[in-house]
């Protein structure tokens, strides 16, 4: 069965900073790759998604993320964060939208 | 559109007490799907539904049901609560689920349930 990892799930930064979060899932065959996110007390929202062509993708609010096949990776990066990215990010794989495995997710906290 | 809606927002029930979770979807949407939501688990997969009359199992399905007589609506069951079923609960649809889709998953505002 397909599973995803997140590293480090509490990340606390000041404004400005750059944020990385690790995404690294497993599975052998052709997987779709979303990010989403949670602000406090909001439902899931897709950041972006990665399904074919070019592995760096970009989505809303400045975030992007790049696929890199070779380390079962997609890793999401904003290179200058605001307090309003304070939230929970969650990377999910599968095949097509069918059974998305989620990880357990980060929870940004961004300092004023 | 009003998208994904969930109710309740909020609910309380008793061990060994039932109750049904509402999810509806005015989008058409073929795929649909609950999850739920605990602290560090991310989300796991309950129930999913691939169009009307037609459900499977996920993750976790133990303690709960589920049915689709309609495309829009997806009801989430929980035959007799336990403790452990406190959770958030998330219903989410896309309009296609075969393997080729790039559809957006979309997903309701959640169902807060606490079971004493």
């Known amino acids: 069965a397909q599973s995803v990892s997140q590293h480090n799930h509490h990340v606390i930064l000041s404004e400005a900073a750059s944020l990385e979060l690790g995404c690294n899932y497993s599975y052998g065959g052709t997987v779709n790759l979303f990010w989403y996110v949670q602000y406090p007390g909001q439902h899931l929202q897709l950041l972006l998604k990665y399904f074919s062509g070019d592995p760096l993708v970009k989505g809303i609010k400045g975030f992007e993320a790049e696929f890199i096949k070779s380390k079962f990776s997609f890793n999401l990066r904003k290179p200058s964060v605001q307090w309003s990215d304070t939230a929970e990010y969650f990377c999910?794989?599968?095949?097509?939208?069918?059974?998305?495995?989620f990880g357990k997710g980060n929870q940004v906290v961004v300092i004023p | 559109n009003a998208g994904v809606t969930q109710t309740p927002k909020f609910q309380v029930l008793k061990t060994g007490q039932s109750m049904t979770l509402q999810c509806a979807q005015d989008m058409n949407h073929e795929y649909m799907s609950w999850y739920r939501q605990d602290p560090g688990m991310g989300l796991r997969l309950i129930h999913y539904s691939v169009g009307a009359g037609i459900t499977d199992q996920g993750e976790v399905p133990n303690g709960y049901n589920v049915s689709r007589s309609t495309t829009e609506d997806f009801p989430l069951r929980l035959l007799s609560a336990a403790p452990s079923q406190t959770s958030v609960y998330f219903c989410?649809?896309?309009?296609?689920?075969?393997?080729?889709?790039?559809?957006?998953?979309?997903f309701g505002p959640g169902t807060r349930l606490t079971v004493l």
């Open positions: 989410a649809s896309s309009y296609s689920w075969d393997r080729s889709s790039t559809d957006t998953q979309y």
């Open positions: 999910a794989a599968g095949t097509g939208n069918n059974r998305l495995a």
